[in-house]
């Protein structure tokens, strides 16, 4: 990382306001809200604007960053984010002076030639490139490998500390969270998700009657390999708590769903230095299995993921995906499950009488409530929700709204609405 003494200054200055913000007194008075919903007791509905890198672009666009250097530009893009919330979104999210440095570290993949869905533009959408295209493929299968590079981990740590020293806590690692190696691992511990980029999507749904034994012999596979590989992060000592507010381009540990602050973790005989999964949360979905029956989710997926939900001390599950049919085999088969994603896909009357208030009810509105913006609309939709979820204990977050249609205003009046409504309940 290569800064100069001007760009320097304008990080500190940058700082410097960001740790003012950190210390004003409110923040405490959030984490009691997050610690009390997450702990099942009564407080207000939480209010989450989880906005997507697009759409920051929109409030913060590149052309406004000032350092060249592409590491530091990307921190000075994330302090910037932190004054705007603060400034102009005003939500439930909690602005601390914290700033983390990942382990660096590669993480061998499951196969040779993997292809990943996905696009790196927000506008468009990107196929399935199977891998697995035979049944005999799976035996190309390799369990991932964790590779660890202290020393340069070490070096951007005494570079960033040399730069914010007395502004920011610079900590070296970051809390385990649903996003955590995802480029290989997949979005959360999930691993349903991992077969249908190696197998593709509509070959899973035809091995699903046609070859069950394939889909249970690779769901076995991806089920040992995960475990393998959180067991390496608890022996290589990567595992830093994650019972706080840490938020990494706009997911927590709970995933999609909420602040993951709570005093029910670490559990009791925790080692303050050598941290493992039975004092973290964990989180889960099956957004594949959407157009999927309860029968089959229960039968090639839930098993699998309960493996590896027993061994977090809570768990969080769901994300796009409707579950309203699923509810009961979710809740019979992931265990220390404290967080459920209702999405907008979902219906909210089926999750609020079925969920009620021993879960926390993440609740996400439809984004498209932003595409055609009308603060009327926005506050009768809002009212619904908070009408139906009354003895719940909710939180209503607004995600996936990939622009903002160059009216920054929408975000913050849909968050000034929903705060607004959320003193009433």
Same mark, same amino acid.
């Given at each position: 990382?290569?800064?100069?003494?001007? $760009?320097k200054?304008?990080?500190?200055?940058?700082?410097?306001?960001?740790?003012?913000?950190?210390?004003?007194?409110?923040?405490? =008075?959030?984490?009691?809200?997050?610690?009390?919903?997450?702990?099942?007791?009564?407080?207000?509905?939480?209010?989450?604007?989880?906005?997507?890198?697009?759409?920051?672009? $929109?409030?913060?666009?590149?052309?406004?960053?000032?350092?060249?250097?592409?590491?530091?530009?990307?921190?000075?893009?994330?302090?910037?984010?932190?004054?705007?919330?603060?400034?102009?979104?005003?939500?439930?999210?909690?602005?601390?002076?914290?700033?983390?440095?990942?382990?660096?570290?590669?993480?061998?993949?499951?196969?040779?030639?993997?292809?990943?869905?996905?696009?790196?533009?927000?506008?468009?959408?990107?196929?399935?490139?199977?891998?697995?295209?035979?049944?005999r493929?799976?035996?190309?299968?390799?369990?991932?490998?964790?590779?660890?590079d202290?020393?340069?981990?070490?070096?951007?740590?005494?570079?960033?500390?040399?730069?914010?020293?007395?502004?920011?806590?610079?900590?070296?690692?970051?809390?385990?969270?649903?996003?955590?190696?995802?480029?290989?691992?997949?979005?959360?511990?999930?691993?349903?998700?991992?077969?249908? =980029?190696?197998?593709?999507?509509?070959?899973?749904?035809?091995?699903?009657?046609?070859?069950?034994?394939?889909?249970?012999e690779?769901?076995?596979?991806?089920?040992?390999?995960?475990?393998?590989?959180? =067991?390496?992060?608890?022996?290589?000592?990567?595992?830093?708590?994650?019972?706080?507010?840490?938020?990494?381009?706009?997911?927590?540990?709970l995933?999609?769903?909420?602040?993951?602050?709570?005093?029910?973790?670490?559990?009791?005989?925790?080692?303050?230095?050598?941290?493992?999964?039975?004092?973290?949360?964990?989180?889960?979905?099956?957004?594949?299995?959407?157009?999927?029956?309860?029968?089959?989710?229960?039968?090639?997926?839930?098993?699998?993921?309960?493996?590896?939900?027993?061994?977090?001390?809570?768990?969080a599950?769901?994300?796009?995906?409707?579950?309203d049919?699923?509810?009961?085999?979710?809740?019979?088969?992931?265990?220390?499950?404290?967080?459920?994603?209702?999405?907008?896909?979902?219906?909210?009357?089926?999750?609020?009488?079925?969920l009620?208030?021993?879960?926390?009810?993440?609740?996400k509105?439809?984004?498209g409530?932003?595409?055609?913006?009308s603060?009327?609309?926005?506050?009768k939709?809002?009212?619904?929700?908070?009408?139906?979820?009354?003895?719940?204990?909710?939180?209503?977050?607004?995600?996936?709204?990939?622009?903002?249609?160059? =009216?920054?205003?929408?975000?913050?009046?849909?968050?000034?609405?929903?705060?607004e409504?959320?003193?009433?309940?």
């Amino acid at each position: 990382m290569v800064v100069t003494m001007e $760009e320097k200054a304008h990080l500190r200055a940058l700082a410097r306001e960001v740790k003012e913000i950190a210390e004003k007194p409110l923040w405490d =008075e959030k984490r009691g809200l997050w610690k009390s919903a997450n702990a099942l007791r009564k407080v207000r509905p939480l209010v989450l604007a989880s906005l997507p890198d697009a759409a920051w672009r $929109e409030l913060i666009p590149e052309k406004d960053l000032v350092v060249r250097d592409s590491h530091l530009r990307t921190i000075e893009w994330d302090l910037r984010k932190r004054i705007y919330r603060w400034k102009y979104i005003k939500d439930d999210e909690i602005i601390n002076s914290t700033l983390y440095v990942p382990i660096e570290r590669a993480v061998t993949d499951w196969i040779d030639g993997r292809v990943r869905p996905y696009s790196a533009r927000a506008d468009r959408a990107e196929k399935f490139t199977p891998v697995l295209l035979d049944y005999r493929d799976l035996g190309k299968m390799k369990y991932p490998e964790v590779i660890v590079d202290r020393d340069t981990t070490r070096a951007k740590h005494e570079v960033l500390q040399s730069i914010f020293q007395g502004l920011l806590d610079v900590v070296e690692g970051e809390p385990f969270f649903a996003a955590t190696d995802g480029s290989v691992m997949g979005w959360g511990n999930s691993l349903i998700d991992l077969l249908c =980029e190696l197998r593709g999507l509509e070959n899973v749904f035809y091995d699903l009657t046609l070859a069950p034994a394939f889909i249970h012999e690779a769901m076995q596979f991806l089920a040992e390999g995960t475990i393998r590989y959180l =067991e390496s992060l608890e022996r290589e000592n990567l595992l830093m708590l994650n019972n706080n507010e840490f938020i990494a381009a706009s997911n927590t540990p709970l995933g999609s769903n909420g602040l993951a602050l709570t005093d029910e973790l670490p559990k009791e005989g925790a080692e303050p230095h050598r941290v493992t999964t039975a004092h973290l949360w964990g989180y889960f979905m099956a957004q594949e299995f959407s157009g999927v029956s309860p029968e089959m989710l229960e039968e090639f997926v839930l098993p699998y993921q309960s493996r590896i939900a027993k061994r977090f001390g809570l768990n969080a599950y769901g994300c796009c995906e409707g579950n309203d049919r699923k509810w009961d085999a979710i809740i019979r088969h992931i265990p220390n499950l404290r967080e459920l994603s209702v999405s907008h896909a979902a219906n909210l009357e089926v999750a609020a009488e079925r969920l009620k208030d021993d879960f926390v009810l993440s609740w996400k509105p439809h984004p498209g409530m932003i595409a055609a913006f009308s603060e009327a609309a926005v506050e009768k939709e809002l009212r619904r929700g908070f009408d139906i979820t009354k003895g719940c204990r909710l939180v209503v977050c607004l995600r996936d709204t990939q622009t903002l249609f160059g =009216e920054p205003g929408r975000v913050s009046a849909w968050t000034r609405i929903a705060r607004e409504l959320a003193r009433e309940y």
